[in-house]
Each structure stands twice: as C-alpha cells, then as structure tokens.
C-alpha cells in the first residue's frame, strides 16, 4: 500500500509518496497549474511511482462532507468544484480532498512539533495565511469549514486592500508575493518577481526599506497570534510554512 500526497499550493505544488509505515519513496515539486494541468503532472509522477490512494490539499474553504471548494482566494478556479473527484477519474485511484490548514495542523500536531500536546493552533505561512485548532488529534473546522482562516483577520495597518476584499488583513503584510509588494512600495529593490526571500537578504544586509517591511509583517503576525491566544487559549502555537 502506497500514498500520495498533493501539496496543491498557491504557487508550487509538492508530491510525496510514502509507503504504509510513512517511508518516503519519492517527492517531486512542480509550479502550480489548473487542475488538468496537476491531473496530467500526477499522471507522469504516478508512471514511475504508482500510488493506491492519495490525498490532496485545498487552499480554501472546503465542505468536508461534498469534497467541493467553496472559496479558493488563491486557486479561485477551484471555487464550486471537487478536485479529489476530478483527479480520481483522471487517476483511476481513490482519493480525498482535506483544506490545506487542516492537513499542516494535524501533520504538525501528530508527527511535528505539536507532538505530546493535546491542544494546538497551528500556522502556516505561505502564499496564503493558513491556521487550525487542532484538540486531542482532530481539527475545529467551524460551521462551514473556515475556522483558523487566520489570513484573512484584520491585523496589518498598511491600507491595503486584501484579496478577499477586506481591508488590511494578515496576509496583506506577510503571505507570499505580498511581503516583497510592501517592500517595493517603501522604495525597495524589490520589483516585479521578488519573493520574501529577497526582502529577508536584503534585510540581513542592511536595506532599512526591507527591515520595516518585515518589521511590519512580524507585527501583524504578532497580533495575530495574540488575537489567536485571546480566542482559544491553546497548550501550544506552531508556527510553519514555506515563509
Ligand atoms: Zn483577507
């Protein structure tokens, strides 16, 4: 028995097949596309490495009960559909969907440094801002599957207007693309392409528009965990991701 994992980012995607005991046998990471595009990608990765089941992440809201997106801010072309039924026909394997917040948080709390705890919120900063509340090994969804949607709460001070709409959210500050957007925008170097690892070399080596830029982002996710912390009260907060 093998599995595969699907990773399916804002902007890189990630397989990893494992056996039954959790051995890796093989990864691969591609830059992320529509999901024919993934489902042809997966095909090629599967050839060499065949899998039984797999698993893939959704970076959105997710009805667990349909398997179908309801928003996707960052993959919006996933909105109203069921992706681990759309790659199931086009795999011929059985496969299920878990929001990628829930699947970082009970990785996390289960095999990663919320191992021993029984109550812990984790982060995972990427593209987006994912969170999740994970108690005694299972994760607090939310009426409709948006609980720990970190991201998206009001906490950078910066005026801009979030991709959902809302004004000033943690993502605004610190999710992907966007620390470097801030960066450009006090004057930095960092035009069209660059990434949080630009502004954080040229923090490190001394460009003062790039430290307030991140001097901001680390505010706001500040506040953000103290926000965290005055809602759930959790044993531990881990805080992850590609950021
Ligand atoms: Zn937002």
Request: with cysteine; charged share 20%.
């Amino acid at each position: 028995m093998t599995a595969l994992g699907i990773d399916y980012g804002g902007t890189h995607t990630k397989f990893l097949l494992v056996s039954q005991g959790g051995e890796e046998l093989a990864r691969e990471t591609a830059p992320t596309g529509s999901i024919d595009e993934l489902g042809d990608r997966v095909a090629r990765f599967l050839a060499s490495a065949p899998a039984d089941a797999f698993g893939v992440t959704v970076a959105g809201t997710l009805d667990p009960a349909t398997g179908i997106v309801g928003r996707s801010t960052n993959l919006p072309w996933l909105d109203g559909t069921a992706p681990a039924e759309v790659l199931s026909a086009r795999l011929g394997i059985p496969g299920t969907a878990v929001q990628d917040g829930e699947a970082a948080a009970l990785a996390e709390a289960r095999l990663g440094a919320g191992r021993g705890s029984d109550d812990v919120f984790v982060l995972a900063l990427g593209t987006g801002i994912a969170g999740a509340h994970v108690t005694r090994g299972s994760v607090r969804r939310g009426a409709h599957g948006a609980a720990g949607e970190v991201g998206h709460m009001r906490v950078a001070t910066n005026g801009v207007v979030c991709s959902c709409g809302q004004l000033e959210c943690l993502e605004t500050a610190i999710g992907g693309h966007q620390l470097a957007a801030r960066w450009a925008e006090r004057g930095g170097a960092g035009a069209d392409g660059a990434t949080a690892v630009d502004v954080v070399r040229a923090a490190e080596s001394g460009d003062e528009s790039a430290r307030a830029a991140l001097d901001d982002a680390a505010r706001a996710l500040g506040r953000a965990i103290l926000e965290v912390s005055a809602l759930v009260d959790p044993e531990l907060i881990v805080v992850g991701g590609g950021l």
